[in-house]
Protein backbone atom coordinates (compact mmCIF):
# COMPACT_ATOMS: atom_id res chain seq x y z
CA UNK A 1 0.00 0.00 0.00
CA UNK A 2 1.46 3.44 -0.73
CA UNK A 3 -0.59 6.39 0.70
CA UNK A 4 0.14 9.73 -1.05
CA UNK A 5 -1.60 11.95 0.10
CA UNK A 6 -3.38 12.68 3.14
CA UNK A 7 -6.10 15.60 3.51
CA UNK A 8 -8.50 16.60 6.24
CA UNK A 9 -11.64 18.06 4.88
CA UNK A 10 -12.17 20.89 7.61
CA UNK A 11 -15.69 20.62 8.14
CA UNK A 12 -17.69 19.80 11.75
CA UNK A 13 -16.18 16.82 12.39
CA UNK A 14 -13.87 16.75 10.06
CA UNK A 15 -12.97 13.56 8.06
CA UNK A 16 -9.67 12.29 5.99
CA UNK A 17 -9.37 12.01 2.24
CA UNK A 18 -6.51 8.94 1.64
CA UNK A 19 -5.38 9.09 -1.84
CA UNK A 20 -3.37 6.39 -2.81
CA UNK A 21 -2.34 2.73 -4.22
CA UNK A 22 -3.41 -0.38 -3.19
CA UNK A 23 -6.10 1.08 -0.57
CA UNK A 24 -8.88 -1.41 -1.40
CA UNK A 25 -6.63 -4.19 -0.42
CA UNK A 26 -6.20 -2.74 2.84
CA UNK A 27 -9.15 -1.14 3.20
CA UNK A 28 -10.28 -3.07 6.46
CA UNK A 29 -7.42 -1.77 8.54
CA UNK A 30 -7.64 1.63 7.26
CA UNK A 31 -11.60 1.45 8.15
CA UNK A 32 -10.61 0.17 11.65
CA UNK A 33 -9.35 3.48 12.77
CA UNK A 34 -11.95 5.81 11.57
CA UNK A 35 -14.69 3.86 12.40
CA UNK A 36 -13.78 0.60 14.81
CA UNK A 37 -15.80 -2.18 16.27
CA UNK A 38 -19.01 -2.31 14.09
CA UNK A 39 -21.03 -3.82 11.38
CA UNK A 40 -20.48 -3.07 7.66
CA UNK A 41 -23.51 -2.79 4.74
CA UNK A 42 -21.03 -2.65 1.64
CA UNK A 43 -23.02 -0.85 -1.21
CA UNK A 44 -21.44 -1.17 -4.98
CA UNK A 45 -22.99 -1.43 -8.74
CA UNK A 46 -22.79 -4.46 -10.74
CA UNK A 47 -19.84 -3.50 -12.49
CA UNK A 48 -18.07 -2.59 -9.09
CA UNK A 49 -19.06 -5.86 -7.67
CA UNK A 50 -17.04 -8.06 -10.33
CA UNK A 51 -13.91 -6.24 -10.12
CA UNK A 52 -13.69 -5.74 -6.26
CA UNK A 53 -16.13 -6.71 -3.98
CA UNK A 54 -14.42 -9.69 -3.19
CA UNK A 55 -10.77 -7.57 -1.83
CA UNK A 56 -12.91 -5.48 0.00
CA UNK A 57 -15.24 -7.56 1.33
CA UNK A 58 -12.25 -9.97 2.12
CA UNK A 59 -9.97 -7.18 3.68
CA UNK A 60 -12.96 -6.12 5.94
CA UNK A 61 -13.69 -9.25 7.33
CA UNK A 62 -9.98 -10.25 7.79
CA UNK A 63 -10.05 -6.97 9.82
CA UNK A 64 -13.00 -8.38 12.35
CA UNK A 65 -15.82 -6.78 10.40
CA UNK A 66 -19.11 -8.41 9.74
CA UNK A 67 -19.67 -7.40 6.24
CA UNK A 68 -23.01 -7.55 4.24
CA UNK A 69 -23.04 -6.52 0.89
CA UNK A 70 -26.34 -5.02 -1.36
CA UNK A 71 -25.67 -4.74 -5.36
CA UNK A 72 -27.54 -2.34 -7.92
CA UNK A 73 -27.42 -2.88 -11.48
CA UNK A 74 -24.63 -0.07 -12.97
CA UNK A 75 -26.28 3.17 -14.26
CA UNK A 76 -27.61 6.82 -13.55
CA UNK A 77 -31.37 4.86 -14.16
CA UNK A 78 -30.02 3.15 -10.42
CA UNK A 79 -30.57 6.40 -8.40
CA UNK A 80 -34.00 6.40 -7.96
CA UNK A 81 -36.21 6.73 -4.86
CA UNK A 82 -37.10 2.41 -5.85
CA UNK A 83 -33.38 1.40 -5.39
CA UNK A 84 -32.95 3.96 -2.40
CA UNK A 85 -35.94 1.91 -1.16
CA UNK A 86 -34.21 -1.32 -1.65
CA UNK A 87 -31.13 -0.41 0.12
CA UNK A 88 -32.94 0.78 3.36
CA UNK A 89 -34.72 -2.12 3.42
CA UNK A 90 -31.49 -4.37 3.55
CA UNK A 91 -29.94 -2.27 6.04
CA UNK A 92 -32.72 -3.00 8.04
CA UNK A 93 -32.80 -7.11 7.34
CA UNK A 94 -29.17 -6.58 7.98
CA UNK A 95 -30.01 -5.53 11.56
CA UNK A 96 -27.65 -2.39 10.78
CA UNK A 97 -27.80 -0.08 14.48
CA UNK A 98 -26.97 3.33 14.66
CA UNK A 99 -23.15 2.52 15.66
CA UNK A 100 -22.70 0.64 12.33
CA UNK A 101 -21.60 2.40 8.85
CA UNK A 102 -22.29 1.82 5.17
CA UNK A 103 -19.47 1.77 2.70
CA UNK A 104 -20.23 2.81 -0.44
CA UNK A 105 -17.80 0.78 -3.37
CA UNK A 106 -17.88 2.79 -6.70
CA UNK A 107 -18.95 5.99 -8.89
CA UNK A 108 -20.88 9.09 -8.13
CA UNK A 109 -23.89 6.66 -8.78
CA UNK A 110 -23.40 4.71 -5.66
CA UNK A 111 -21.80 7.32 -3.36
CA UNK A 112 -25.09 9.41 -4.08
CA UNK A 113 -27.14 6.57 -3.44
CA UNK A 114 -25.85 5.18 -0.52
CA UNK A 115 -25.01 7.96 1.47
CA UNK A 116 -28.49 9.23 0.89
CA UNK A 117 -29.53 5.82 2.56
CA UNK A 118 -26.79 6.59 5.04
CA UNK A 119 -28.32 9.87 6.02
CA UNK A 120 -31.80 8.53 6.24
CA UNK A 121 -31.56 5.18 7.78
CA UNK A 122 -31.92 5.41 11.84
CA UNK A 123 -32.16 9.17 10.74
CA UNK A 124 -28.39 9.01 9.95
CA UNK A 125 -25.77 6.58 10.31
CA UNK A 126 -21.76 7.23 9.52
CA UNK A 127 -20.56 6.11 5.95
CA UNK A 128 -17.21 5.73 4.18
CA UNK A 129 -16.44 6.52 0.68
CA UNK A 130 -14.32 4.25 -1.67
CA UNK A 131 -14.73 5.77 -5.05
CA UNK A 132 -13.46 4.16 -7.82
CA UNK A 133 -14.68 6.50 -10.95
CA UNK A 134 -12.33 9.49 -11.79
CA UNK A 135 -15.47 11.44 -11.33
CA UNK A 136 -16.58 10.22 -7.94
CA UNK A 137 -12.44 10.50 -6.90
CA UNK A 138 -12.17 14.55 -8.33
CA UNK A 139 -15.97 15.47 -6.66
CA UNK A 140 -19.07 13.44 -5.30
CA UNK A 141 -17.18 11.63 -3.12
CA UNK A 142 -16.56 14.54 -0.70
CA UNK A 143 -18.83 17.05 0.30
CA UNK A 144 -21.79 14.77 1.89
CA UNK A 145 -24.60 15.81 -1.24
CA UNK A 146 -26.42 12.84 -1.88
CA UNK A 147 -29.60 12.50 -4.00
CA UNK A 148 -31.73 10.62 -6.74
CA UNK A 149 -33.29 11.64 -9.59
CA UNK A 150 -36.90 11.95 -9.71
CA UNK A 151 -39.08 12.00 -12.96
CA UNK A 152 -38.95 15.87 -12.74
CA UNK A 153 -35.32 16.09 -12.86
CA UNK A 154 -31.72 15.66 -11.56
CA UNK A 155 -30.97 15.19 -7.96
CA UNK A 156 -34.15 16.27 -6.86
CA UNK A 157 -34.43 14.11 -3.48
CA UNK A 158 -31.77 14.34 -1.10
CA UNK A 159 -29.58 15.41 1.99
CA UNK A 160 -26.43 17.00 3.26
CA UNK A 161 -24.86 14.13 5.06
CA UNK A 162 -20.74 14.40 5.20
CA UNK A 163 -19.04 11.00 5.12
CA UNK A 164 -16.64 9.75 7.94
CA UNK A 165 -13.80 9.07 5.29
CA UNK A 166 -12.63 8.58 2.01
CA UNK A 167 -10.63 6.06 0.59
CA UNK A 168 -9.17 6.92 -3.16
CA UNK A 169 -7.57 4.15 -4.20
CA UNK A 170 -5.85 5.68 -7.94
CA UNK A 171 -5.76 1.37 -9.08
CA UNK A 172 -9.52 1.32 -9.31
CA UNK A 173 -8.97 4.04 -12.41
CA UNK A 174 -6.65 1.44 -14.36
CA UNK A 175 -9.74 -0.53 -14.93
CA UNK A 176 -12.64 2.62 -16.54
CA UNK A 177 -13.73 2.60 -20.20
CA UNK A 178 -11.93 6.00 -21.58
CA UNK A 179 -15.59 6.94 -21.60
CA UNK A 180 -15.99 7.19 -18.23
CA UNK A 181 -12.61 8.10 -17.32
CA UNK A 182 -13.17 11.19 -19.59
CA UNK A 183 -16.24 11.78 -17.62
CA UNK A 184 -14.25 12.75 -14.46
CA UNK A 185 -12.09 14.95 -16.53
CA UNK A 186 -15.03 17.10 -17.13
CA UNK A 187 -15.61 17.93 -13.61
CA UNK A 188 -11.77 18.29 -12.79
CA UNK A 189 -11.90 21.03 -16.14
CA UNK A 190 -14.96 22.34 -14.26
CA UNK A 191 -12.67 22.62 -10.83
CA UNK A 192 -9.54 23.86 -12.57
CA UNK A 193 -11.83 26.62 -14.01
CA UNK A 194 -12.44 27.99 -11.11
CA UNK A 195 -9.18 26.71 -8.91
CA UNK A 196 -6.91 28.79 -11.47
CA UNK A 197 -3.75 28.21 -14.05
CA UNK A 198 -1.46 25.18 -12.50
CA UNK A 199 -4.49 22.53 -12.47
CA UNK A 200 -5.84 23.90 -15.58
CA UNK A 201 -2.14 23.38 -17.18
CA UNK A 202 -2.81 19.68 -15.38
CA UNK A 203 -6.00 19.10 -16.93
CA UNK A 204 -4.01 19.53 -20.03
CA UNK A 205 -1.29 16.94 -19.65
CA UNK A 206 -2.01 13.18 -20.83
CA UNK A 207 -4.35 11.23 -17.97
CA UNK A 208 -1.39 8.97 -16.50
CA UNK A 209 -1.44 7.86 -13.12
CA UNK A 210 0.77 10.71 -11.58
CA UNK A 211 -0.56 13.52 -13.24
CA UNK A 212 -4.38 11.67 -12.37
CA UNK A 213 -3.48 11.59 -8.85
CA UNK A 214 -2.24 15.37 -8.73
CA UNK A 215 -5.31 16.50 -10.23
CA UNK A 216 -7.50 14.56 -7.59
CA UNK A 217 -5.26 15.88 -4.77
CA UNK A 218 -5.70 19.65 -5.99
CA UNK A 219 -9.46 19.16 -7.11
CA UNK A 220 -9.93 17.64 -3.40
CA UNK A 221 -7.86 20.41 -1.80
CA UNK A 222 -10.07 22.71 -3.35
CA UNK A 223 -13.38 21.50 -3.07
CA UNK A 224 -12.37 20.24 0.68
CA UNK A 225 -11.64 24.62 1.10
CA UNK A 226 -15.29 25.49 -0.67
CA UNK A 227 -17.28 23.00 1.28
CA UNK A 228 -15.68 23.45 4.71
CA UNK A 229 -16.50 27.51 3.64
CA UNK A 230 -20.48 26.99 3.36
CA UNK A 231 -20.97 23.13 3.84
CA UNK A 232 -25.21 23.27 3.16
CA UNK A 233 -24.52 25.32 -0.54
CA UNK A 234 -26.30 28.81 0.97
CA UNK A 235 -23.20 30.85 -0.56
CA UNK A 236 -19.89 29.77 -1.84
CA UNK A 237 -20.69 26.08 -2.54
CA UNK A 238 -23.25 27.00 -5.72
CA UNK A 239 -19.67 27.77 -7.37
CA UNK A 240 -19.63 24.23 -8.04
CA UNK A 241 -22.52 24.05 -9.89
CA UNK A 242 -20.73 25.62 -12.57
CA UNK A 243 -22.10 24.36 -16.12
CA UNK A 244 -24.33 22.28 -13.88
CA UNK A 245 -27.81 24.04 -14.84
CA UNK A 246 -27.62 23.39 -18.67
CA UNK A 247 -25.87 20.11 -17.55
CA UNK A 248 -28.56 19.06 -15.64
CA UNK A 249 -31.19 20.21 -18.60
CA UNK A 250 -29.04 18.15 -20.95
CA UNK A 251 -29.53 15.31 -19.14
CA UNK A 252 -33.09 15.41 -18.58
CA UNK A 253 -33.53 16.25 -22.58
CA UNK A 254 -31.79 12.97 -23.64
CA UNK A 255 -33.32 10.92 -21.26
CA UNK A 256 -29.64 10.43 -19.18
CA UNK A 257 -28.71 8.86 -21.95
CA UNK A 258 -25.57 11.35 -22.00
CA UNK A 259 -23.69 11.16 -18.87
CA UNK A 260 -23.14 13.59 -16.10
CA UNK A 261 -19.75 14.51 -17.24
CA UNK A 262 -20.45 14.82 -21.03
CA UNK A 263 -23.79 16.90 -20.07
CA UNK A 264 -20.88 18.96 -17.74
CA UNK A 265 -18.44 19.44 -20.68
CA UNK A 266 -21.38 20.93 -23.04
CA UNK A 267 -22.96 22.53 -19.94
CA UNK A 268 -19.34 24.36 -19.31
CA UNK A 269 -18.99 25.73 -22.69
CA UNK A 270 -22.74 27.32 -23.13
CA UNK A 271 -21.58 28.98 -20.04
CA UNK A 272 -18.25 29.98 -20.99
CA UNK A 273 -19.68 30.99 -24.19
CA UNK A 274 -22.46 32.67 -23.31
CA UNK A 275 -19.89 34.95 -20.67
CA UNK A 276 -18.63 36.03 -23.53
CA UNK A 277 -21.04 36.96 -25.91
CA UNK A 278 -22.96 38.65 -23.38
CA UNK A 279 -19.33 40.62 -22.45
CA UNK A 280 -19.33 39.27 -18.68
CA UNK A 281 -16.48 36.37 -19.78
CA UNK A 282 -12.71 37.17 -21.00
CA UNK A 283 -12.21 36.94 -25.07
CA UNK A 284 -10.93 33.62 -25.70
CA UNK A 285 -12.25 32.02 -22.69
CA UNK A 286 -14.29 29.43 -24.43
CA UNK A 287 -11.16 28.26 -26.96
CA UNK A 288 -9.26 27.31 -23.77
CA UNK A 289 -12.17 25.01 -22.45
CA UNK A 290 -12.97 23.82 -25.48
CA UNK A 291 -9.38 22.59 -26.20
CA UNK A 292 -8.63 20.80 -22.80
CA UNK A 293 -12.47 19.12 -22.85
CA UNK A 294 -11.56 18.18 -27.18
CA UNK A 295 -8.19 16.65 -25.37
CA UNK A 296 -9.93 14.00 -23.49
CA UNK A 297 -12.30 13.54 -26.26
CA UNK A 298 -15.52 15.16 -24.36
CA UNK A 299 -18.33 16.84 -26.34
CA UNK A 300 -18.20 20.39 -26.77
CA UNK A 301 -21.25 20.97 -28.36
CA UNK A 302 -24.99 20.44 -27.19
CA UNK A 303 -27.92 18.29 -29.49
CA UNK A 304 -30.44 20.84 -27.78
CA UNK A 305 -32.17 24.29 -28.97
CA UNK A 306 -31.97 26.76 -26.12
CA UNK A 307 -35.46 26.84 -25.62
CA UNK A 308 -35.74 23.13 -24.86
CA UNK A 309 -32.48 23.76 -22.57
CA UNK A 310 -34.26 26.11 -20.55
CA UNK A 311 -37.85 24.74 -20.15
CA UNK A 312 -35.74 21.59 -18.85
CA UNK A 313 -33.42 23.87 -16.64
CA UNK A 314 -36.57 25.41 -15.16
CA UNK A 315 -37.81 22.77 -13.53
CA UNK A 316 -34.80 22.31 -11.99
CA UNK A 317 -34.52 22.11 -7.96
CA UNK A 318 -32.35 25.88 -8.34
CA UNK A 319 -34.71 27.94 -9.68
CA UNK A 320 -36.12 30.51 -6.92
CA UNK A 321 -38.94 32.15 -7.51
CA UNK A 322 -38.80 33.85 -10.56
CA UNK A 323 -34.91 34.63 -10.94
CA UNK A 324 -32.07 31.86 -11.27
CA UNK A 325 -28.43 32.17 -9.93
CA UNK A 326 -25.94 31.34 -12.83
CA UNK A 327 -21.93 31.08 -12.30
CA UNK A 328 -20.33 32.54 -15.22
CA UNK A 329 -16.40 31.68 -15.66
CA UNK A 330 -14.54 35.25 -16.28
CA UNK A 331 -11.33 33.73 -16.65
CA UNK A 332 -9.36 30.69 -15.78
CA UNK A 333 -9.36 30.95 -11.56
CA UNK A 334 -12.44 34.13 -11.48
CA UNK A 335 -15.70 33.73 -11.87
CA UNK A 336 -19.36 35.95 -11.11
CA UNK A 337 -23.02 35.18 -10.17
CA UNK A 338 -25.54 36.42 -12.10
CA UNK A 339 -28.83 36.54 -10.94
CA UNK A 340 -31.24 37.24 -13.67
CA UNK A 341 -35.33 36.97 -14.14
CA UNK A 342 -35.92 33.32 -15.51
CA UNK A 343 -37.40 34.68 -18.71
CA UNK A 344 -34.31 35.29 -19.58
CA UNK A 345 -32.97 31.93 -19.29
CA UNK A 346 -33.48 31.11 -22.75
CA UNK A 347 -31.71 33.91 -24.02
CA UNK A 348 -28.65 33.09 -22.24
CA UNK A 349 -28.68 29.35 -23.32
CA UNK A 350 -28.67 30.67 -26.80
CA UNK A 351 -25.92 32.75 -26.42
CA UNK A 352 -23.85 30.23 -25.05
CA UNK A 353 -25.13 28.03 -28.19
CA UNK A 354 -24.20 30.02 -30.83
CA UNK A 355 -22.12 29.19 -33.77
CA UNK A 356 -20.11 32.00 -34.75
CA UNK A 357 -18.06 31.68 -31.45
CA UNK A 358 -16.85 28.54 -32.44
CA UNK A 359 -13.98 26.78 -30.36
CA UNK A 360 -11.84 27.19 -33.38
CA UNK A 361 -11.69 30.97 -32.87
N1 LIG B 1 -22.72 14.26 -4.84
C1 LIG B 1 -22.02 15.08 -5.58
O1 LIG B 1 -21.45 16.07 -5.10
C2 LIG B 1 -21.87 14.78 -7.05
C3 LIG B 1 -20.92 15.50 -7.80
C4 LIG B 1 -20.76 15.15 -9.14
C5 LIG B 1 -21.53 14.15 -9.70
N2 LIG B 1 -22.45 13.48 -8.94
C6 LIG B 1 -23.25 12.39 -9.51
O2 LIG B 1 -22.37 11.33 -9.86
C7 LIG B 1 -23.01 10.54 -10.87
C8 LIG B 1 -22.01 10.18 -11.94
O3 LIG B 1 -20.95 9.47 -11.37
P1 LIG B 1 -20.00 8.53 -12.25
O4 LIG B 1 -19.60 9.25 -13.47
O5 LIG B 1 -18.97 8.01 -11.33
O6 LIG B 1 -21.01 7.41 -12.76
P2 LIG B 1 -21.30 5.88 -12.29
O7 LIG B 1 -21.26 5.75 -10.83
O8 LIG B 1 -22.52 5.47 -13.00
O9 LIG B 1 -20.06 5.11 -12.91
C9 LIG B 1 -19.89 5.08 -14.31
C10 LIG B 1 -19.73 3.64 -14.82
O10 LIG B 1 -18.44 3.16 -14.46
C11 LIG B 1 -18.55 1.89 -13.83
N3 LIG B 1 -17.40 1.80 -12.93
C12 LIG B 1 -17.24 2.40 -11.73
N4 LIG B 1 -16.01 2.20 -11.28
C13 LIG B 1 -15.36 1.43 -12.18
C14 LIG B 1 -14.05 0.93 -12.28
N5 LIG B 1 -13.11 1.20 -11.36
N6 LIG B 1 -13.73 0.18 -13.37
C15 LIG B 1 -14.64 -0.06 -14.34
N7 LIG B 1 -15.90 0.42 -14.31
C16 LIG B 1 -16.25 1.18 -13.25
C17 LIG B 1 -19.90 1.90 -13.19
O11 LIG B 1 -20.38 0.62 -12.96
C18 LIG B 1 -20.72 2.66 -14.24
O12 LIG B 1 -21.12 1.76 -15.25
C19 LIG B 1 -24.17 11.34 -11.38
O13 LIG B 1 -25.37 10.79 -10.90
C20 LIG B 1 -23.96 12.72 -10.78
O14 LIG B 1 -25.15 13.41 -10.56
C21 LIG B 1 -22.62 13.78 -7.63
ZN1 LIG C 1 -21.38 17.32 -11.45
Not at 44 to 54: G, H, K, P, Q, R
Not at 127 to 136: G, I, K, M
Not at 141 to 154: H, M, P, R, T
Not at 239 to 245: V, Y
Request: hydrophobic content about 45%; overall charge negative.
Amino acid sequence: MDIMSNQVIPVDPPYPVLIGQGLLCHAGELIREILGDCRIALITDSNVASLYLETVTRSLETSGYPVSSWVIPAGEASKNMGELSLVLEFLAESGLDRTDAVIALGGGVVGDLAGFAAGCYLRGIRYVQLPTTLLAAVDSSVGGKCAVDLAEGKNLAGLFHQPSAVLCDIDCLATLPWLVLADGMAEAVKTAILSGDELFALCRRPAEPSVLREIIDRCLTFKGEVVAADPREQGLRRILNLGHTPAHAIELCSGYTVSHGQAVAMGLVIMARAGEVLGWSEPGLTGKICAVLEHHQLPVRAPFQAAQLAAAALRDKKRKGTQITLVIPVRIGEWVEKTIPVTELEAVFAAGLEEFHDCSN
